[in-house]
């Protein structure tokens, strides 16, 4: 309190409720004081939160309630989606020459939940395969807690950004803040397609990469043990060289326990290391088979693999965000350390969207399309994320049951027309990778001259920084080392930015 009140800037996640009259929320008026499972929805009418990208999002876990007393709601608890109450979910409360804003919800583990769901509902709870659906999945941990309407909306990164609104909106009249954008190039969104190897013959390969040509985009395929033995390792490192990329895809049955599923993992990657000279480190399961909550990216760090792709809608959702998120998200472990090892989220499969496996009515090709088209639409204009969908080469070259070949094409020429970077799956590894390790250091703000010191651990290309816009009536330039360099303005999360690449 002595702190903002003296000019500084707080944001505190689910204080104690004795803090709660000091920064101007009442005690609530009914008998209950606790929302568990609720939701939020965000005053879209708050000058901090002007063109934000969605109203209703979930607060899995528990939530206090307030009155909002003298504060200045930000986002209410709602007892249902797009029902608020009165009770604010983020509230601000001006003191002195500070401010602070208090979250009713603890934001940190919201986020986890919704990045990795129940441990108590994984292979390794007390209710294994939590769902019935004859398989250990991630969607176990997920069971009860989805609203199938916000599907199709990263909710962890939502959450995420009212934070940046939060700090954007604390900070406005002091040292510009900077950000390292998510994608290279200054780039709005990006394009992840990949698929595995499932009954497949190499002829089938080739023909996605012959369709990927036009556009220069790239495609990452799953390897099963079988297709390891069999496939040509020169022709694999020739496509390797092209820029697409390979995997492993393991595969132990449906319902493994965490000794089986190790040694499963541990013979695939050595096979593949033997057969092709280098060690896998992305993979998507047989079945998205995902034993365990943590137990699992544990299993895959310790053989060297960091990209995980099993989280997808799938069973009873179809498509979506299964771990809330369409960015590269970094596994918790049950006493909250940090991972090792992403999961990108699938947000859409051929195979699940039109057949009838997930227990949904099944759509036709072009309905698929659509759907892909408007999720990609999305991830460049409303989420900023990873448009990741899920071709098999068996399907696309024309084989398989499920007719793809248009809605595979109309993917990579709305990419292609909208500019998006392609990567593969270890291109995408290592941007993250050494993303994470630049650090930045603000060195003075005058009020007209902001100096930068950027430390980049390892090699990045295509780095950007985000600034907020310059003070009106001052002319915006950016050197680097002394040499000038090209800023774009960028309308990105609803927000105003100066982009320096």
């Given amino acids: 309190l002595d702190y903002v009140s003296q000019g500084g800037r707080a944001i505190i996640l689910k204080p104690p409720r004795g803090w709660a009259p000091s920064f101007g929320l009442a005690q609530a008026t009914r008998a209950y004081s606790v929302a568990r499972n609720a939701y939020l929805q965000v005053d ?52 002195g020459d500070g401010a602070a804003v208090v979250f009713a919800y603890d934001l940190a583990e919201t986020i986890v939940r919704l990045h990795q769901g129940w441990p108590e509902k994984s292979s390794t709870g007390g209710d294994p395969d939590t769902n019935r659906d004859g398989k250990f999945t991630a969607a176990d941990a997920f069971d009860g807690m989805w609203d199938f309407e916000l599907r199709h909306v990263p909710q962890a990164d939502v959450h995420q950004d009212l934070l940046v609104r939060v700090i954007r909106g604390l900070l406005a009249d002091s040292t510009p803040s900077v950000r390292l954008w998510h994608y290279p190039q200054a780039a709005p969104a990006l394009l992840f397609i990949d698929g595995d190897s499932d009954s497949m013959v190499w002829e089938d390969l080739e023909w996605v990469v012959r369709e990927m040509a036009e556009t220069g985009a790239k495609y990452t395929l799953y390897i099963m043990t079988h297709h390891i033995e069999s496939f040509d390792p020169a022709r694999v490192e020739a496509l390797r060289r092209q820029g697409h990329e390979f995997g492993v895809h393991p595969w132990v049955g449906p319902q493994p326990d965490l000794s089986e599923w190790r040694q499963c993992v541990s013979d695939i990657v ?49 498509t979506g965000y299964l771990n809330g998120s369409a960015l590269p998200v970094k596994f918790i472990d049950r006493n909250g350390s940090v991972l090792d090892c992403y999961s990108q989220n699938t947000v859409q499969t051929e195979d699940g969207s039109c057949t009838p496996k997930s227990l949904l009515p099944h759509m036709n090709e072009e309905e698929a399309a659509a ?131």
Avoid at 56 to 72: C, F, I, K, R, T
Avoid at 431 to 449: C, I, K, P, Q, Y
């Fill in 371 to 501: 759907q892909a088209i408007g999720l990609l639409q999305d991830c460049v204009h409303r989420w900023h994320g990873v448009f990741h969908p899920y071709f098999h080469p068996i399907s696309l070259a024309g084989r398989g049951s499920v007719p793809c070949q248009s809605w595979f094409r109309q993917v990579l020429q709305s990419a292609h027309e909208l500019g998006l970077p392609s990567v593969n799956a270890e291109e995408w590894l290592d941007f993250n990778d050494a993303r994470r390790a630049v650090t930045v250091d603000t060195l003075s703000w005058d009020g007209d001259t902001l100096v930068l010191n950027l430390r980049a651990a390892l090699p990045i290309a295509g780095l950007t920084l985000l600034l907020p816009p310059w003070p009106d009536g001052l002319s915006l330039e950016a050197t680097a080392d002394g040499e000038r360099r090209e800023v774009v303005e960028l309308a990105y999360e609803g927000l105003n930015w100066i982009g320096l690449v």
């Fill in 44 to 95: 879209l009418g708050h000058p901090w939160l002007s063109r934000f990208p969605t109203a209703d999002l979930q607060v899995p876990g528990e939530a206090h309630v307030h009155g909002a007393g003298s504060s200045e709601p930000l986002a209410f608890i709602a007892g249902q989606r797009a029902q608020p109450s009165v009770s604010p979910a983020v509230a601000l409360h001006r003191q």
């Fill in 270 to 318: 050595d096979l593949f290391g033997e057969r092709f000279g280098y060690g896998p480190r992305t993979l998507r399961a047989h079945s998205c088979v995902f034993p365990g909550w943590d137990e699992n990216p544990r299993i895959l760090a310790e053989h060297g693999l960091r990209l995980d792709t099993d989280f997808t809608g799938g069973y009873r959702f179809v």
